[in-house]
């Protein structure tokens, strides 16, 4: 069924990490066998300038160097109603895109209707990345109950309690992953946190998972942009190290001052704190944050995404 939807030889597929999803990191994961990812922040909180060179350029680079355009793109539902943002979409003839089910509640507030949604998102195999059972009555649920017409564009990625960022505060992934089993039965689903060992990639293919998300593992990897001070940092981390953010929730390991991050926010809009993450994944380890999940366990090394690969898919 994966091949269907991602055509990747292996049932994986790279998180979407802010910060993390570069094109070296996509390029690997693409050479290893797994459907690989671009998170592009082309939005400039403080200027509130959108970087469209940027988005332009670096999808561009990937369809070059591997001659298709089977990228996972992050986007929200300002890139998808921009016109601009549209045609670079359809000049690289971008095919899949995650949006986070909190963007697509924002429809009200910025005046598009349901149907728009629909015919925004028509087009791509579409991963709609949420942190609890999507039941709500939205243009999430429409699609979910059309799923048989055209089960290959809409997938939900269900980010239990062990994912990196924001993630469930009543499952686990694996309990979420079951529970939206039972709520919607025909939806094709992608558990989202805390995997990275092959016993866990198998038990979840086998009940039934279109494929399984991995993220942090790949944060560590040798073709990862993160500095190597971090990237030791991370071979070092256990979970009992990470936290939630008191006031998003959000599971993060501080490298620095807990209360320089807390108050790193350029402006009230900026809840990831933008700043000090991207200080936290470049700098020196001693400094900002960084969001990982429970995964981080099994970081011991740091290893080629290959070797992270070949591991994985062992028990295949």
């Not at 429809?107 to 990345?129: A, D, H, P």
């Not at 109950?145 to 939900?156: A, G, R, S, W, Y």
């Not at 971090?230 to 939630?244: A, F, G, N, P």
Request: charged letters at 20%.
């Amino acid at each position: 069924m994966h091949q269907l939807i991602f055509n990747s030889r292996y049932p994986i597929v790279e998180a979407v990490m802010n910060g993390g999803s570069s094109l070296p990191l996509a390029l690997a994961c693409w050479e290893a066998g797994i459907f690989p990812s671009l998170y592009l922040n082309i939005y400039d909180i403080a200027t509130k300038q959108v970087n469209y060179d940027l988005l332009d350029s670096t999808i561009g680079e990937f369809v070059k160097a591997t001659g298709t355009t089977d990228v996972l793109l992050a986007t929200d539902i300002f890139r998808l109603s921009d016109p601009t943002s549209l045609k670079i979409y359809k000049k690289h003839k971008i095919t899949h895109i995650e949006i986070l089910a909190e963007s697509l509640e924002q429809r009200k507030k910025l005046g598009i209707s349901n149907s728009e949604i629909n015919r925004l998102i028509q087009n791509y195999s579409v991963i709609v990345k949420g942190a609890r059972i999507l039941l709500q009555p939205t243009c999430i649920v429409q699609r979910v109950n059309t799923v048989q017409e055209n089960p290959h564009n809409f997938i939900l990625g269900m980010k239990g309690s062990e994912a990196a960022g924001l993630n469930s505060k009543t499952f686990t992934t694996s309990e979420l992953f079951e529970q939206q089993k039972l709520a919607t039965p025909n939806s094709l689903l992608m558990p989202y946190g805390g995997i990275g060992t092959p016993s866990q990639v198998a038990d979840y293919i086998k009940r039934g998972a279109t494929a399984v998300v991995v993220g942090t593992l790949f944060a560590a990897s040798k073709e990862s942009t993160l500095s190597l001070e971090v990237k030791q940092k991370m071979v070092s981390t256990q979970t009992q190290d990470l936290i939630k953010l008191p006031d998003t929730g959000q599971q993060a390991l501080i490298l620095g001052n807990i209360d320089s991050v807390l108050n790193d926010k350029i402006n009230p809009v900026d809840w990831n704190r933008q700043r000090s993450l991207e200080t936290g994944l470049t700098g020196n380890a001693q400094v900002g944050h960084m969001y990982l999940g429970s995964a981080i366990e099994y970081v011991t090394e740091i290893k080629s995404v290959k070797e992270i690969v070949e591991y994985l898919v062992s028990e295949l």
